[in-house]
């Protein structure tokens, strides 16, 4: 070791003895803070990172590398000194180190005084240090592969030119045979090998932040080959050429041979072999989710995950197909042997495109490609397909894809989050897919059905009820064996084995009243357990065989895992009556498509009618946007839906969007008979009036001006203090719902406020809440008056505040219609009650033609379990088709964290937090603080001035180290070193 670092200390002499060290390392900083601030133009991008310090490094270590190595060996030969490096009492192996040793540590050098980027980085935005760490890591490996590699060179030549130039030749070839641009001629096959000789397309994944042993591997193993054929060069020179020496020689290089055959052998074997990586980033971007795992890891089926990408498409798109590819290997992996995954061409092989096209309906997109001289049209496939048994899904291009426009003009074309949009499809086959007896065939424990039934007092017209579910039970039992077993309670029996007071202990069980006069009550409810969970089914309006069975299926469906949940949607479809300026009947502009098609990507929406009183137990989650001009029935139907721990989720606002036909633009009309009562009830208000905020987002209204003496109407896009956009400073993080947005819009909202005493005792969240300068406004204009009021368009009154928009509560609620007479029995008095539990009395509000079955539900759950679960939001419009598509148009795809908000409210609603998790780490981007063109001239400038300091201070340490210390003298440590066969 010692005769190395000797060799090492004298060869950073040699650097430093002259300005060639300082000269290297200059023109090295040089050109990375150029690339980092010009190339890449690291401002204009937006993002704290230090991608485009990495991107470059594999280019820019050629020529470094090159430089530094070029006179190690030739100079040495030229000027006659290698003949005395080779008489060392020191290997030739200990030359060649110490060599390497002193090039790595200049190179270590020049990298640490590319630390101040990161550290601009850090100041300006929340840098992630994880990927800078294995960057600087990487780079120092790919450093090692170049300095072998010049080493080598060096060592064949006499001449530094020679060295320089074949060197960067040599470099050049192993980065240039793995970019797309060389690939992209051969088919995915070659693509494929020709990447991983690559040393820039190795590098490509450790860019992202993503340490994979392979690479690694192959840094290193590039270094050795190099370093072997260093050592075999410099031992060629000593052997002779005679018939003694030939088996030495033999030896030698067969040994040499075999040690590189070995490396070879090695990255061959783990090429193939996918997840030996390290994710370094904070939010693991790029590791499959313990969900995503759970899921594959459960499989019954064989599972298809096949990508249908055209090798010539769009250039932006290009580089996105081997992270496709890379993330389907690991759900292959994930899936022990069920999960078959592959990237195809349709365009080659008509079968396949024949498939693609007919079976599973995908078409090619056409793309726009533009060149310097010509412009044309491309059609080519980037769609994956998702199939488990029967059942399929496809994700086209715009499911898969996230443009983002750069301040220069530019845009940023990227995955918005393909691990939740795989995982989401694959959950939804999966769970398609699987039925209720390979459900009850998987139960290591059996599923108990118990009837809780009061004989004794049970009305006349429910007698025959509970024979229906004995017969029900009994078919079910008898298709499942022992894995169903059902029993019959009766708490009121002289012989009963559980009493009325365990009931309600034990599952929160509270009999029912035979009539509103009577004092008698009676029980008839069905318990089931599974799998440690219990939950109640409570009897519905139609109790008949199909009825009793279909609820009994739900609940077992509800608490496993292997199928897709039901949200049941409401809207106001059809009852929001609007006249134009003549009187005469208009259609509304509302429509919920969009966010109805947000949340079947993960769920089984259905379209949920009230009329009959009554949510069907399929139901796991309801949810209503815009409620109005609703029936007595229809609220009964939701208070006793959250009655029996049902969680339901209400978009509320107390004002809608209509045509104006005064203005001939938007108004707003307040909204009648709606569930604002039964919210205060519950102790959530929602107040009538409207939140205007100065932090706002745009909206296109209609703006009036004079031109000429005439009054001229113009649409433009502006700050729209009715349009309230909420930061990440005004939500609850620590809620799910909320805890992965980076800002919502609440258009036209309402506060919604907690009443504290009625809250007592439950979780309660204020999920989002405006501004501190926000004001309230009673005024229906929404026009704004920008001459009167240039900033805002509408006056500041009242005091200004953050006022709540949006709140959560989970616990035990009373029901709405305690002590009051059923909207049944209200209906057959035939006039209002003076109890009426509506906003509007029943002859107020439309009453709707019954539906088939609208019976009266059997009794009246009084109280929740604290499993119910309530959202409230003070805005209907927010996720109404119409105003998302306003923000669509003008701010591109912001418009999706409103649908985002409502889709993370059903996932808490459900208690289906996993996909919530990983869709959590879809936009992980970390931006950078808004900075002004002076500020940014400012810290580039820093930049170069610290990288000319460093350089100072770097000469000048060493010049007064080198003052310090006494000439090394070799030459009383020369004595000859006979190798063997010499």
Avoid: C
């Avoid at 800078?132 to 030549?157: E, K, N």
């Avoid at 318990?527 to 409570?538: A, D, F, P, S, W």
């Amino acid at each position: 070791m010692r005769q190395i670092l000797s060799l090492t200390r004298k060869e950073l002499d040699s650097y430093f003895g002259s300005p060639m060290a300082l000269i290297f390392l200059g023109a090295f900083l040089a050109a990375t803070l150029f690339a980092f601030f010009w190339v890449d133009t690291f401002f204009a991008r937006g993002i704290a990172d230090v991608r485009p310090l990495f991107r470059w490094m594999p280019l820019l270590l050629i020529f470094l590398l090159a430089a530094l190595t070029m006179r190690q060996w030739s100079e040495e030969q030229r000027s006659g000194t290698l003949e005395m490096l080779l008489t060392l009492p020191a290997t030739t192996g200990q030359l060649v180190l110490g060599k390497f040793l002193a090039v790595m540590l200049l190179v270590a050098l020049a990298l640490l005084l590319t630390l101040p980027l990161p550290i601009t980085v850090s100041q300006l935005g929340n840098l992630d240090w994880g990927p800078v760490l294995s960057g600087y890591l990487a780079a120092l490996l790919l450093a090692a592969a170049y300095a072998a590699i010049g080493l080598f060179v060096s060592s064949r030549t006499d001449n530094q030119i020679v060295a320089l130039l074949l060197t960067i030749l040599l470099g050049g070839v192993f980065y240039l045979i793995g970019t797309d641009g060389l690939a992209d001629f051969a088919n995915r096959d070659i693509a494929q090998i020709l990447r991983a000789f690559g040393t820039g397309s190795r590098f490509s994944s450790i860019e992202r932040g993503v340490l994979d042993l392979r690479d690694l591997l192959y840094y290193l193993s590039l270094t050795g080959i190099f370093l072997m054929l260093n050592v075999l060069s410099l031992q060629s020179l000593r052997w002779s050429q005679g018939e003694r020496s030939r088996p030495f020689r033999r030896r030698e290089s067969l040994v040499s041979g075999l040690v590189i055959a070995n490396l070879l052998l090695v990255n061959a074997w783990l090429y193939p072999i996918y997840g030996l990586r390290a994710d370094t980033t904070a939010a693991r971007e790029y590791t499959l989710s313990a969900t995503t795992k759970n899921l594959l890891a459960n499989l019954q089926e064989p599972l298809q995950l096949r990508a249908y990408i055209s090798k010539k498409t769009h250039p932006l798109l290009a580089p996105l197909a081997p992270q496709i590819e890379d993330m389907l290997q690991e759900y292959a992996l994930a899936g022990r042997g069920l999960v078959t995954a592959d990237v195809v061409d349709p365009t080659g092989d008509a079968d396949l495109e024949n498939e693609a096209n007919q079976t599973y309906g995908i078409q090619p997109t056409p793309f726009q490609v533009s060149g310097r001289y010509e412009a044309s049209v491309i059609n080519s496939y980037f769609d994956i397909l998702v199939r488990y048994g029967n059942q399929h899904v496809v994700l086209n291009f715009g499911d898969l894809i996230d443009v983002k426009p750069n301040r220069d003009g530019t845009i940023d074309v990227s995955l918005r989050n393909l691990e939740y949009d795989l995982t989401r499809s694959v959950k939804k086959v999966v769970y398609g897919f699987q039925s209720l007896d390979t459900l009850l065939a998987s139960l290591t424990t059996p599923i108990k059905l118990t009837l809780v039934v009061s004989q004794k007092t049970l009305p006349p017209d429910l007698a025959s009820v509970p024979d229906t579910i004995e017969k029900v039970a009994k078919a079910m039992q008898e298709k499942a064996g022992d894995k169903f077993v059902y029993t019959v309670v009766d708490p009121d029996a002289p012989d009963a084995t559980i009493s009325r007071q365990q009931l309600a202990d034990s599952y929160g069980l509270q009999p029912f009243a035979v009539s509103i006069f009577s004092p008698d009550t009676f029980y008839l409810d069905m318990v089931l357990e599974m799998e440690g969970k219990t939950q109640v089914i409570y009897p519905g309006a139609d109790m008949n065989e199909a009825t009793i069975r279909s609820d009994i299926e739900a609940v077992i469906k509800r608490n496993s895992s292997g199928f897709l949940r039901a949200i049941g949607l409401w809207t106001p479809q059809g009852r929001q009556n609007t006249t134009d300026m003549f009187g005469q009947p208009q259609q509304s502009i509302s429509g919920w498509q969009m966010l109805s098609q947000q949340l079947s990507n993960d769920y089984q929406v259905e379209s949920i009618d009230l009329t009959n009183g009554h949510v069907p137990d399929s139901i796991d989650a309801l949810v209503l946007v815009g409620p109005e001009q609703m029936s007595d029935k229809e609220i009964y139907a939701v208070d006793q839906y959250l009655m029996r721990g049902g969680s339901v989720m209400i978009a509320a606002g107390n004002y809608r969007v209509a045509p104006d036909p005064a203005s001939g633009g938007l108004g707003l009309t307040p909204v009648d008979g709606g569930l604002r009562e039964m919210l205060a009830s519950y102790g959530i208000d929602i107040q009538q009036s409207l939140v205007l905020d100065p932090q706002n987002a745009s909206f296109p209204v209609t703006v009036s001006r004079a031109v000429g003496g005439f009054s001229v109407r113009d649409i433009q896009a502006l700050n729209y203090p009715f349009f309230v956009d909420v930061r990440p400073d005004g939500m609850d993080h620590t809620h799910p719902a909320t805890a992965n947005l980076t800002a919502v819009t609440m258009a036209f909202a309402s506060p919604v406020v907690l009443d504290e005493a009625k809250n007592a005792g439950r979780s309660t969240s204020v999920l989002l809440h405006s501004s501190a300068d926000a004001w309230l406004r009673t005024d229906q204009n929404i026009q704004p008056d920008m001459q009167t009021y240039p900033d805002l368009g509408f006056p500041v009154e009242g005091e200004q505040k953050s006022y709540p928009l949006a709140v959560s509560v989970q616990g035990t609620f009373q029901s709405f219609f305690k002590g009051k007479p059923s909207p049944w029995q209200a209906a057959a008095d035939n006039s209002p009650t003076e109890n009426s539990p509506t906003e509007n009395s029943t002859l107020a509000a439309p009453t709707p033609t019954p539906a088939p079955g609208d019976t009266q539900p059997v009794g009246l759950v009084e109280e929740s379990p604290d499993s119910a679960r309530l959202i409230v939001f003070g805005s209907s419009e927010f996720v109404d088709d119409a105003i998302l598509q306003l923000s669509q148009a003008l701010s591109a795809d912001s418009y999706l964290n409103n649908l985002m908000l409502a889709q993370n409210g059903v996932d808490w609603a459900v208690e289906d937090l996993d996909l919530l998790s990983i869709r959590a780490r879809g936009d992980s981007t970390r931006l950078l603080k808004p900075l002004s063109q002076g500020e940014e001239s400012t810290w580039e400038i820093m930049n170069y001035l610290f990288a000319l300091l460093s350089l100072l201070v770097v000469a000048g340490v060493w010049r007064w180290r080198r003052s310090r210390e006494t000439p090394m003298v070799l030459a009383p440590t020369l004595t000859p070193h006979p190798e063997p066969g010499d």
